[in-house]
């Protein structure tokens, strides 16, 4: 018996555990990502970090994020899916121990690039596990299990915000702390997970030498040629584009609002907390509707939605009104034609060998070039915060037409065309099995 039948014949954990556990890299990445906004603005209050320190950290973090995805990508197609996210868990709750007893510069820089490298290599090696673990009945709505858990990151993180804000420095370590107790939970689970079965009989027929498809595309340049480069390319600008705004919305959300609105930060958060339940219930809507036929309707009612949220105050300027309703259209958007969607897309795209290390190169230059316009977003906003939102709605509208005139027509994902092709392979090559993938 070999790898790949003893792997297909062992009994493991269902499919939803699987997403359940493995989608907790987004409830980690986002809670990470929000939580560091807030905790270091108490630790600057209580330990003396300054503000250079705290964009030295911020920017750190994203671009570790970015990194770590191209890293991790990479080397959950060569060296296996559960191999990467053992060690990416643990990496992550190493550098939490840091940003929670670190009272130096250092030891929260040193915190903040194990967390960073550790989620944004996670990120795409859970997505491809949870992907080769579904069937084409249910992959979509796995998949968008993890953009549910995102949402629940950051509602659990800006929740405990609301009563540890006035703690201070313990404020901060309690809201570190949550993500170290969940990444220890999930990295428990985790030990239970095995490797992908899908990767494993990927791997198995290219150290024999067998012609599959799944065996023979399996170098980077594969990602560059014929059927992989067009939906790789357009996946890299719709995530670019649309997180650039995204991350900026973010990020510089809470300044426009108190500087141009007026409106406190706590007015400014209770908005934004009261409409978290918004994105989690779409978030719910977008599993069930994933899977059929008729996604790309729903991809359109997003998309118009979330060039709306931008041109909105871009038109009307900043007040409550047009925050609140630049918020409800965000979530419309974000449900059906943001990263719940890039993740499916990724997902269907590309062979087994390569999935998650596009993953990994779609997050990365998206991460990169959010941490890239962060450096000159406040300049843009002091000349125009109006500009900046114009600017912001044609890139998101370049975006998301690329996404819906390279995808509306596709019908045949790479699990389907893998295992018609692979019916029809030639007998394995007699090479040696120790050959490097």
């Keep these: 018996m070999n790898h790949a039948e003893s792997v297909e014949r062992r009994p493991g954990p269902s499919p939803w555990r699987v997403a359940t ?33 705290i964009g030295v950290l911020s920017g ?25 996210f053992i060690v990416t868990m643990a990496l ?14 250092y030891l929260l820089l040193a915190g903040i690039v194990l967390a960073g490298l550790g989620t944004g290599a996670d990120l795409p090696v859970s997505l491809a596990t949870i992907s080769e673990a579904a069937t084409d009945k249910n992959r979509g709505a796995m998949i968008g299990l993890s953009a549910v858990l995102w949402s629940v990151g950051v509602l659990v993180s800006v929740t405990l915000a609301i009563f540890a804000g006035d703690w201070g420095h313990l404020g901060g370590q309690v809201l570190f702390g949550q993500i170290g107790v969940v990444t220890l939970v999930v990295l428990i689970c985790r030990v239970s997970i095995p490797e992908s079965r899908m990767w494993s ?10 012609h599959t498809l799944r065996a023979d595309k399996a170098r ?25 705004a995204s991350n900026t919305n973010g990020q510089f959300g809470t300044y426009l609002a108190v500087n141009v609105a007026h409106i406190s930060v706590r007015m400014n958060s209770v908005i934004g907390f009261l409409t978290l339940p918004v994105y989690i219930l779409l978030g719910l809507v977008f599993m069930r509707i994933v899977d059929r036929k008729n996604r790309m309707l729903y991809f359109a009612v997003g ?47 590309f062979p087994t060998l390569l999935r998650s290390s596009a993953q990994g190169a779609i997050f990365a230059v998206g991460r990169v070039a959010a ?13 125009s915060f109006q500009g900046l939102y114009w600017g912001l709605t044609i890139i998101v509208a370049i975006g998301l037409t690329a996404a819906w005139v390279t995808f509306r027509r596709v019908e045949r994902t790479q699990f389907t065309i893998e295992q018609e092709l692979d019916l029809e392979v030639e007998s394995p090559r007699e090479v040696p099995g120790t050959a490097a993938l």
Excluded at 36 to 50: F, K, M, R, W
Excluded at 201 to 210: C, F, K, V
Excluded at 225 to 240: E, G, Q
């Design 21 to 53: 556990i493995c989608g907790m890299a987004s409830y980690v990445d986002a809670s990470t990502i929000v939580t560091t906004g807030i905790a270091l603005v108490l630790y600057q209050q209580s330990i003396g970090v300054t503000g250079n320190q």
């Design 60 to 84: 750190t973090l994203t671009l570790g994020i970015g990194l770590g995805a191209l890293i991790g990508g990479r080397l959950g197609d060569r060296f296996g899916r559960r191999n990467v």
């Design 92 to 105: 992550i709750a190493i550098g939490i121990v840091f940003l929670v007893f670190g009272t130096s510069f």
């Design 201 to 210: 009989e990927a791997r198995e027929e290219r150290l024999g030498g067998s």
């Design 220 to 244: 980077v340049r594969d990602l560059f040629t014929t059927p992989y480069f067009v939906p790789f390319a357009v996946l890299l600008v719709f995530y670019a584009l649309t997180n650039v």
């Design 303 to 349: 998309s118009v939605s979330l060039i709306l949220a931008y041109a909105v105050p871009a038109a009307f300027g900043f007040t409550i009104m047009t925050i609140i309703i630049m918020n409800l259209l965000s979530a419309i958007g974000g449900a059906f034609a943001f990263e719940g969607i890039l993740k499916v897309w990724t997902q269907e795209s």
């Design 371 to 383: 941490a890239a316009l962060a450096f000159f977003t406040p300049a843009i906003a002091a000349a």
